[in-house]
């Protein structure tokens, strides 16, 4: 299993990429998650 640690500005820089991610994945809680978070 791989674990990665993220500080607050790496997350908010990810955060529309990996919510395009999860909504071509349809992975709606995930990207809800993200959205959220942020």
């Known amino acids: 299993m791989t674990v990665q640690e993220l500080s607050k500005e ?3 820089a990810l955060a529309s990429t990996i919510e395009t991610l ?12 993200v959205t959220f978070a942020c």
């Open 10 to 12: 790496g997350f908010s």
């Open 22 to 33: 999860a909504a071509a994945e349809r992975l709606t809680a995930h990207k809800n998650a």
